[in-house]
């Protein structure tokens, strides 16, 4: 399809058009996957035999996942790109290769990458078939009018079943809606792992050259129109990141002129409005696993450019005369939101050096300008800011990441981002849950998430003695719902969740069962006194930890709150010895990990996070002002 040239200059849409002799020929591509099938990996190999890491030189496992947290947890959570040059053809063609996302809590980052690339491998596990994130990633690409290659990967395994697997994937698009032209997909086997491609699984297992040459047959070029590159620059920012060296860099694909460090452009909103201009002080071209700095970058190009000061995702970088906004993807809304405030506990201000709400502030608004997915808004009070996005897992990420960077926060408990019709119904949002699971512990799961208001919608057999659940419940309903199915399913269980829709309000849902034990003073707690406290519960800390009125020590093992003192020492006489402290034996105290703690923490109640430490505590310290926040909610 062609749109013409807009009045200012910018090309919104073109049709493809040779490259000029100075160009490489360009193919833009995107690895689109449920969690875990193998997108990382099989972009490690692409680097390798491409020759764009040189043979015999080191590279991490996973290489894409430079980010911390993306290499303690094994998961992708940012898009990054690369290229690699694919040079056994009659012309060396650039590939700019983009790895997304397969968590449905970064779903907005897959969303915003598809919008810059012309073709996408979608991988599927040939043992699991198409999972729920495949589905989304999927309806994503082909409403964008992408052609997807379909690569089953992981063939190699001993329960793989590639046929099942394609006949499922098929079924998938039929169901998404897909063209004709989308159905007739290539196929490819794969074995990311091993680094070999195949159309047929027959042929040799050798190399990935089957699937550069797909990908350099299929894939169309990037849509240039004739004259683009002589054109007014026009760029749609996709990304965005903060280099300490160079300021914000902003990242996406040429639309039309060419991209030269030392000229002044400007960055429009999608209504149109300025938001600034500036001098490009780098344009920076993927190449490998570097980022390199260039004098030019053509039309259909992914680049990184800097210099703007105030520009973000979703922003138009154009030249000075251009006057209207390049279209953006809209993107699917939050559906979970937590209060952040300013630590303000006893212990506020000993582990981390960020802990004045304006700093909080700026740095999570910042957040939001880089993460479409995530929407933050100032409270009531002035003081404290509602952060809404994806998921527990997203959230939890992004807390994390404040804790590392030196902030104290109080978060806190989940809530689901609701909606009204014009009808004055309240919506909320309903997930798809897709869980594998054994047959022996069906019941207990469907009874369990069917006290949660879900809904079955399809259980089948998936051979082995396992079964397969599909079904649709409140996103509120499953907040902390994770560990409990774990410890149902003994560990064996799979649970897949992605976003639905937004339904009709199901009514008020059953809360914690226990409740907790609340310290009674201020100080380190004491062994003996810990050795007491057990028979009341269970313990979240251990002897010698710092505590405070107020704060959340353990679940209590019966359904009310308990006030406790974990300060008191054994009282000393003639008879009975310092020494006897000794011969206590503590059970080791219940951590709990973040995400764990926000999910398990009731609505008068906070996660403390800082730098070292994750407290519980309850909003209101003091035991008389606990009492009047009950009355008043009675």
């Not at 073109?14 to 449920?34: D, E, G």
């Not at 920012?237 to 903060?242: D, I, S, V």
């Not at 450019?305 to 154009?318: K, N, P």
């Not at 996103?475 to 560990?483: C, D, F, K």
Request: proline share 6%; aromatic share 4%.
């Amino acid at each position: 399809m062609r749109r013409e040239k807009a009045p200012d200059g910018c090309f919104a849409a073109a049709k493809p058009s040779p490259m000029t002799a100075a160009q490489t020929p360009l193919r833009n591509i995107a690895i689109i996957a449920h969690v875990d099938h193998g997108k990382t990996t099989l972009v490690d190999e692409m680097l390798r035999q491409s020759g764009a890491v040189r043979a015999g030189s080191e590279m991490a496992e996973r290489a894409m996942d430079s980010n911390a947290i993306e290499r303690e947890r094994g998961i992708t959570i940012l898009a990054k790109c690369t290229s690699v040059l694919w040079e056994k053809g009659a012309r060396p063609v650039r590939i700019n290769i983009v790895d997304t996302p397969g968590h449905a809590d970064f779903g907005g980052e897959v969303e915003r990458i598809l919008s810059m690339v012309d073709g996408c491998l979608l991988l599927i596990d040939a043992a699991e078939g198409p999972m729920p994130q495949t589905k989304f990633v999927l309806s994503k690409a082909l409403a964008l009018g992408l052609k997807p290659i379909v690569v089953l990967n992981k063939v190699d395994r001993p329960n793989a079943d590639p046929d099942e697997a394609l006949n499922a994937a098929f079924d998938l698009f039929a169901a998404l809606g897909a063209s004709d032209e989308q159905l007739d997909f290539p196929i490819l086997y794969a074995s990311g792992r091993d680094g070999w491609a195949a159309r047929d699984l027959d042929a040799p297992h050798t190399d990935l050259s089957a699937l550069f040459e797909t990908v350099v047959a299929h894939v169309p070029p990037p849509p240039i129109e004739a004259g683009a590159a002589s054109a007014p620059f026009c760029m749609l920012a996709t990304t965005l990141e903060a280099d300490p060296y160079l300021g914000r860099i902003l990242t996406g694909r040429i639309v039309s002129g060419v991209a030269r460090p030392g000229v002044t452009m400007k960055a429009l909103r999608r209504d149109g409005a300025e938001v600034e201009r500036a001098r490009i002080t780098k344009v920076l071209a993927f190449r490998g696993l570097k980022r390199q700095p260039i004098e030019e970058a053509f039309p259909g190009d992914i680049v990184a450019i800097a210099g703007f000061q105030s520009a973000s995702v979703a922003d138009t970088l154009c030249d000075v005369g251009a006057t209207e906004a390049l279209p953006a993807q809209p993107i699917d809304p939050p559906t979970l939101s937590v209060t952040i405030s300013a630590n303000d506990s006893p212990l506020a201000g000993r582990e981390g050096d960020k802990v004045q709400s304006r700093v909080i502030r700026e740095r999570l608004f910042r957040q939001a300008e880089g993460d479409v997915a995530i929407r933050v808004s100032d409270t009531a009070s002035g003081d404290a800011y509602e952060v809404a996005g994806r998921g527990e897992l997203q959230l939890g990420v992004l807390i994390e990441n404040l804790r590392r960077e030196g902030f104290e926060l109080a978060v806190s408990r989940p809530r689901v981002v609701t909606r009204t019709d014009e009808d004055g119904t309240v919506l909320e949002p309903i997930e798809e849950v897709v869980i594998d699971v054994d047959d022996e512990y069906t019941g207990v799961v469907i009874e369990k998430l069917s006290a949660r208001k879900a809904e079955l919608v399809e259980m089948k057999p998936s051979g082995g003695g396992k079964a397969k659940l599909v079904m649709h419940a409140p996103a509120r309903a499953l907040i902390g719902y994770h560990g409990e199915f774990l410890t149902d399913t003994r560990g064996t269980g799979v649970m897949n969740r992605s976003y639905l829709k937004h339904a009709p309000y199901k009514g008020k849902l059953e809360g914690r069962r226990n409740g907790v034990l609340i310290s009674t003073g201020d100080g380190e707690a004491v062994p003996y006194a810990l050795w007491n406290i057990e028979e009341r519960g269970v313990l979240f800390i251990g002897p010698g930890e710092k505590v405070y009125q107020g704060m959340i020590i353990g679940e209590n093992a019966k359904d009310d709150d308990l006030d406790v003192n974990p300060l008191k020492g054994k009282q000393l006489t003639n008879i009975r010895a310092a020494g006897k402290d000794e011969a206590v034996r503590l059970t080791p105290p219940r951590r709990l990990s973040l995400e764990q703690a926000i999910a398990y923490i009731d609505e008068d109640e906070l996660v403390e996070v800082t730098p070292k430490s994750i407290r519980l505590r309850k909003k209101e310290l003091l035991p008389h002002m606990r009492k009047k926040r009950a009355k008043d909610r009675d």
